[in-house]
């Protein structure tokens, strides 16, 4: 089954949308097989966004996701990638689809409340660098047989 690797960053963590971010991925039939509270220091997040080193929000991005906790999650389902992505919505909040968290609770790039990875290699990337291997829960969900075909 697909795995991904979603964070709820400090906007929705301050902001109190914990809950709101894993209600909509629980209720959409996702699985979450793992979760942790973290602070995260600047290794970390640079290693996290190595990609977008050098573009030039990365310093903002870097002080932002380093500034106050976040809610790190794995989740896992058919297709995880894209039904995360879906819901998260697009980058930017003022271009994402209504019903999207990004279109519901924010209005800029800047703040736009989480990450998820963007394909299923990345996804096992982000995996590992945030998470042990014993920190990943494998489990049966009773209502699978009602959700997964
Ligand atoms: P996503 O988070 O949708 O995968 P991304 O990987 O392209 O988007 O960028 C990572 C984060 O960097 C994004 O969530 C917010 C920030 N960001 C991206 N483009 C930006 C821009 N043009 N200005 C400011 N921040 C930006
Ligand atoms: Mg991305």
Do not use: C
């Amino acid at each position: 089954m697909e795995r991904t690797f979603v964070l709820v960053k400090p906007d929705g963590v301050q902001r109190g949308l914990m809950g709101e971010v894993i209600s909509r991925l629980e209720r959409r039939g996702l699985k979450m097989i793992a979760a942790k509270f973290v602070a995260v220091n600047r290794e970390l997040a640079e290693k996290h966004y190595a990609i977008h080193l050098g573009k030039p929000f990365y310093a903002g991005l870097i002080a932002y996701i380093t500034s106050s906790p976040v809610l790190a999650m794995v989740w896992e389902g058919p297709d995880a990638v894209a039904a995360v992505r879906q819901t998260m919505g697009a980058t930017r909040p003022t271009e994402a689809t209504p019903g999207t968290l990004r279109h519901d609770f924010a209005l800029q790039v800047g703040r736009n409340l989480t990450h998820a990875s963007d394909s299923p290699e990345n996804g096992e990337i982000e995996i590992e660098l945030w998470f042990e291997d014993n920190e990943l829960v494998s489990w049966s969900r009773e209502t699978d047989r009602w959700i997964l075909e």
